[in-house]
C-alpha cells in the first residue's frame, strides 16, 4: 500500500511537467501583438439556395437593438428625419461596421449581396453601358455642396476649420464625381453631408468591389470607416480628406480597367440597404427642405398624406412577383417614393399620379434627381413617368390600366365616394392584373347574386395580408393591407338545383328586347351595367358619354377588340359627335356584342391564333421550328425532353421535322383543345 502510494506524486508531477517542456515548440505570435488566425474557409456558412429560402431571420429583439445602440456600431442614418430608414430591419447589415472579426466582415459582404432574391422573370442586366464608356459627360444633379451653400448655407457650420473644405467623391461610374462642403448641420433635423459621404463609401464598398478587396476595406484598423472615426475624435478635417482621396484612388482604377463594371453584372438584384442609399440621397436633396409643402392638405379630405417605406414596398413587389418586364402604376403616387423605388429596385416602367399641386411638384424634381443619380451609380432602371391630375379623371389612366400588371393604391384615408370611382375604373384593368390596397375594394361577406353578377367586385380575389411595424409614416401598429388578382371574366351562373315546384314564369321581354332579338334577362344585364355610368334625362334610362361606352361594355363582358372596333362602335351610335349616347342606341351595340361573346367570335379566335403564333415566331413572318420550341419552353421554365419537342413537331407536320406553319399550328392547338 505504501509503495503504491508513493509512486501518484512522481505521475502527477510528470504530467504537469510535459506541457512546460513544449512551449518553446508553440508557434510564435506575429510582430503586430495579435494572434495567428487559424485559415477559413469564406464560405464556410453559406447556405444552399434550397436551405437559404427556407431560412427566416429572425429580428433583433429590443433588448439586443439597445445593447448595439449602446456599443455604438450603429450610424445614424445620412438623412434629416429619413423616410428610408428602418433600423428594426433584420437585414441591415449596418451595426456591423467596424467589427474586429475578419469572417464576420466578409460573411456580411456576402450575404449583403445575396439577401434580395431575384423576383420573377427574366434575369434583369443591372449595368447602364453609358456610365461606364468614353462619354460619360457631366450631369445635372443636386450636388451635396448644393445642399449646404446658397439659401441653405445658415443651417451649416464648418467641420473642424475655419474656412469651409471641399472635397469630390467619385462613384462607380466613369461620371465626374459629386462636390460637397465638409460641413456639420446646426440642428439634427437637416441634411448632413459628411454622414452622406460615409455612407456613400460603405455602399461602394460592399456592392461594387470585389470580394476580398471589398473585405479589406471594411475591416480592421485601415477600414474607411475606423480613419473616418479617428478623424472625427481628433476633429481632424486633413485626415477626412485624406480617407476620400484614398477612396477615390482604390475605385478609379477599377472603373477604368473595368473590373466594377463586371462586378455589377454580376449582381442579380439590389440589396435594400443599397436601395435605400440611393432614395436617400435623392429625398434629402429634394423633399427635406421643401418638407413643409406635404403638409397643406385639408383634414379628413381624400388628400391626406402618408408615405410607405421601402421594407414594406419591397414585400409588395415581391407578393406580387412584379418583375422588369411588367408595368407598375402607383395611384395617388405623393412625392413618387414608391414609384422612383419600383424602377430602381425592379427595373420595370413605372407610372405614378398625384393631385395634390405641393407633393406632384416635388415628385417631378425627385424623377429628375432620379435619373441623373442613378447614372451616376452605374445603374440601369426602369422609366419613370409622373403624372399630375385626378386620377379617376386623367385622360392617360384608362389607356395605362388596359396595360398594367401592378396596382398600387394608397386608399387608407380615401373616402367611401373615391373608392367606388375607382372600383369603377378597374373595370380597365386586364386579366390577371394585380391590385394592392391598404383598405378593401370587396366588403367583408360579399357574395354573389344574380343582380351583382357583373359587378366589378366579383372579378377579385381579394387576400388579406398583414404589414407590420415601421412599415408607414404615419403609425408604428401592426396593420393589414389587401391584395386582389383581377379575373376578366365574370363568375358563371349556378345552375339551381331541381325541384319538384313549378318553374318560375320566364320575365316577358319588351319591346326594345324584341327589336335586338336578346331575351329579358339580356336586357337586364344591360340596363344595370349602363346605369353604372347613366347620366339622369328626361327620357326613362338617361344617358352616358361616348367615353364611358368602353368602360360599359366591359363591365359587360364583351369588351371592343381593339380601338378601330371601338371607333366603328362610336360613328355608328353617335355619328353626330354630339358626345353622348341614349339608352336605345346603345343597346342595339350591346346586344351584337353580347351574341358575339355568347356564339364566339370566329375573328377575334383568328387574332387570337394570330398573336400566340407570332410569340413562337418573335412577330417574324415565318414557320415555326424546333428551335423556337426549345426557347419558348426555356423561357416558361418547362424542362421538357427534346424528343417531347420532336414529337410535337411531328405531329404538327405529319411526321418531319420542318417546320410548323400556322394552319398547322391551329391545327395542334384545336385539338389539344386550347382554341375550342
Known amino acids: 500500500m505504501f509503495s503504491s502510494n508513493a509512486k501518484k506524486p512522481v505521475i502527477k508531477k510528470k504530467t504537469v511537467l510535459v506541457p512546460l517542456s513544449k512551449t518553446p515548440t508553440l508557434t510564435p505570435k506575429p510582430s503586430n501583438g495579435t494572434a495567428a488566425a487559424r485559415p477559413r474557409d469564406p464560405n464556410r456558412f453559406a447556405l444552399s439556395s434550397t436551405a437559404a429560402s427556407r431560412l427566416k431571420r429572425p429580428s433583433k429583439t429590443v433588448p439586443a437593438r439597445a445593447l448595439a445602440s449602446a456599443r455604438g456600431v450603429k450610424r445614424k442614418s445620412a438623412s434629416p428625419g429619413n423616410q428610408f430608414s428602418d433600423e428594426s430591419d433584420g437585414d441591415n447589415d449596418s451595426s456591423d461596421i467596424g467589427a474586429s472579426d475578419s469572417d464576420a466582415s466578409r460573411k456580411r459582404i456576402k450575404s449583403s449581396r ?20 468614353q462619354d460619360a459627360k457631366k450631369l445635372k444633379l443636386i450636388h451635396g455642396a448644393d445642399a449646404t451653400s446658397g439659401r441653405y448655407q445658415t443651417k451649416y457650420k464648418n467641420a473642424w476649420a475655419e474656412v469651409a473644405k471641399t472635397c469630390e467623391l467619385q ?39 470585389p470580394y476580398e478587396l471589398g473585405a479589406k476595406y471594411l475591416e480592421g484598423e485601415q477600414s474607411f470607416q475606423s480613419r473616418f472615426n479617428k478623424a472625427k475624435a481628433r476633429e481632424d478635417i486633413r485626415e477626412w480628406l485624406h480617407v476620400i482621396e484614398d477612396f477615390n484612388a482604390v475605385v478609379k482604377p477599377l472603373v477604368e480597367d473595368g473590373t466594377v463594371e463586371r462586378e455589377l453584372r454580376n449582381q442579380g438584384s439590389l440589396h ?54 411588367q408595368i407598375f402604376v402607383d395611384l395617388g403616387s405623393g412625392v413618387g417614393n414608391v414609384a422612383l423605388q419600383a424602377a430602381l429596385e425592379i427595373g420595370c416602367e413605372s407610372w405614378g399620379i398625384e393631385m395634390l399641386p405641393g407633393p406632384s411638384a416635388l415628385a417631378e424634381l425627385q424623377a429628375k434627381e432620379f435619373k441623373a443619380r442613378t447614372q451616376l451609380w452605374g445603374l440601369n432602371v426602369g422609366s419613370v413617368n409622373l403624372l399630375s391630375g385626378d386620377m379617376t379623371n386623367h385622360s392617360e389612366i384608362p389607356p395605362l390600366l388596359r396595360c398594367a400588371d401592378v396596382v398600387l393604391v394608397n386608399n387608407q384615408a ?37 343582380r351583382n353578377l357583373y359587378s366589378i367586385e366579383n372579378r377579385f380575389v381579394q387576400t388579406k395580408q398583414m404589414y407590420y411595424t415601421d412599415s408607414v409614416s404615419w403609425s408604428w401598429q401592426a396593420l393589414s393591407f389587401q391584395f386582389h388578382a383581377n379575373e376578366t371574366k365574370p363568375p358563371k351562373r349556378k345552375t339551381p338545383a331541381k325541384s319538384s315546384a313549378p318553374a318560375a314564369p320566364k320575365a316577358r321581354r319588351s319591346k326594345l328586347a324584341k327589336e335586338n332579338d336578346i331575351s329579358a334577362e339580356e336586357e337586364a344585364e344591360i340596363a344595370e351595367a349602363f346605369s353604372l355610368f347613366s347620366t339622369p334625362t328626361d327620357t326613362k334610362n338617361g344617358d352616358i358619354a361616348t367615353s364611358e361606352i368602353r368602360r360599359c361594355l366591359v363591365a359587360l363582358n364583351c369588351p371592343p377588340r381593339d380601338q378601330s372596333e371601338m371607333n366603328e362602335i362610336l360613328d355608328t351610335i353617335d355619328p353626330e359627335k354630339t358626345g353622348r349616347v341614349e339608352y336605345e342606341l346603345f343597346v342595339a351595340i350591346a346586344a351584337m356584342k353580347l351574341r358575339a361573346r355568347d356564339d364566339g367570335d370566329p375573328e377575334a379566335r383568328n387574332e387570337e391564333v394570330e398573336r400566340a403564333y407570332r410569340l413562337f ?60
Open 171 to 209: 462613384y462607380p461610374s466613369k461620371f465626374p464625381p459629386e462636390r460637397f462642403q465638409l460641413k456639420l448641420p446646426t440642428t439634427s433635423d437637416d441634411y448632413r453631408p459628411m454622414e452622406d459621404i460615409e455612407t456613400t463609401i460603405e455602399t461602394v464598398v460592399k456592392y461594387y468591389l
Open 272 to 325: 435594400l440597404n443599397w436601395i435605400k442609399r440611393l432614395l436617400t440621397q435623392i429625398y434629402v436633396r429634394v423633399v427635406s427642405p421643401n418638407v413643409s409643402e406635404l403638409s397643406k392638405y385639408e383634414a379628413g379630405s381624400d388628400y391626406v398624406y402618408g408615405e410607405l417605406l421601402p421594407r414594406f414596398v419591397t414585400d409588395i413587389f415581391h407578393q406580387t412577383g412584379l418583375n422588369h418586364e
Open 414 to 450: 380615401f373616402t367611401p365616394e373615391l373608392n367606388e370611382k375607382l372600383r369603377t375604373l378597374f373595370l380597365e384593368l386586364k386579366e390577371g392584373a394585380k391590385v394592392v390596397s391598404l383598405k378593401p375594394f370587396v366588403a367583408d361577406g360579399h357574395k354573389i347574386t344574380e
Open 617 to 676: 415566331t418573335r412577330e417574324e413572318e415565318r414557320e415555326i421550328s424546333l428551335q423556337d420550341l426549345r426557347r419558348v419552353a426555356r423561357e416558361l421554365r418547362e424542362e421538357v425532353p427534346e424528343q417531347v419537342l420532336k414529337d410535337m413537331v411531328r405531329e404538327a407536320t405529319g411526321g418531319g421535322l420542318g417546320g410548323v406553319g400556322r394552319e398547322e399550328f391551329e391545327g395542334v392547338m384545336r385539338r389539344a383543345g386550347v382554341f375550342g
Open 114 to 133: 445575396s439577401s434580395v432574391s431575384s423576383l420573377s422573370g427574366p434575369r434583369r442586366d443591372l449595368v447602364l453601358p453609358a456610365a461606364f464608356g
